[in-house]
């Protein structure tokens, strides 16, 4: 027999909805800059306002968890990134696609400590960030193939690889107050650089 809806929600969209409650509350705690490796199943409840009986409807454990909260705000920012250059030229695709990423940290302090904070040691965070970089690099050798018509060889590759940890070092870097730049600046001067890189290997 079927659950019936209560107050007029579904049970699989009631679900969803906590489910929805403990990523927002994880990024919360993940991203508050407070010793986020104190997570705990208990805590995470408490701060959602969820019994902690339905944590378990939706995650194994606190690991997959984590990993879930990281892999949720990194999609969310690849579909945002990827639309944004996608609805411009090749000439601003690298503008587009960097600007797209800077408002996002910027736009939401928790999303910028979770990817690219200092204090983050928790070893599902690291790695996450991992395998978002390589992620990332992937995407940026597929547009610089399709989009730039750059040749898939090992130069690609490797600029790819270069220009991921650069610009990830860089926002690190700017988030944390070691460069002085206005969002804008920042955006122009990334932007700036994928350019002569693109134009290096074109």
């Known amino acids: 027999m079927s659950a019936r809806p209560y107050r007029g929600v579904k049970p699989a969209d009631r679900q969803a909805q906590r489910r929805a409650r403990l990523l927002d ?31 378990y409807e939706s995650f194994t454990d606190r690991d997959e968890f984590v990993g879930d909260v990281c892999d949720w705000v990194i999609a969310d920012i690849a579909t945002t990134t990827q639309a944004a250059v996608a609805a411009t030229s090749p000439d601003g695709q690298a503008r587009a696609g960097m600007a797209s990423i800077v408002r ?76 002085a730049l206005t969002q804008d600046e920042l955006i122009d001067q990334l932007a700036w650089f994928i350019d002569r890189l693109s134009r290096r290997l074109g």
């Open 104 to 179: 996002s940290i910027a736009g939401d302090v928790r999303v910028g400590r979770l990817l690219f904070g200092t204090k983050l040691a928790d070893p599902v965070v690291v790695r996450k960030r991992s395998e978002s970089a390589a992620l990332l690099a992937a995407l940026l050798g597929q547009h610089g193939q399709q989009a730039l018509g750059l040749p898939d060889d090992e130069r690609l590759k490797a600029t790819s690889q270069f220009v991921v940890g650069g610009v990830g070092q860089a926002l690190t870097a700017w988030l944390t107050g070691q460069v």
């Open 25 to 55: 509350a994880g990024l919360d705690i993940l991203g508050s800059g407070s010793n986020p490796e104190a997570l705990t199943v208990r805590g995470l409840c408490r701060q959602a306002n969820i019994s902690a009986r339905y944590f």
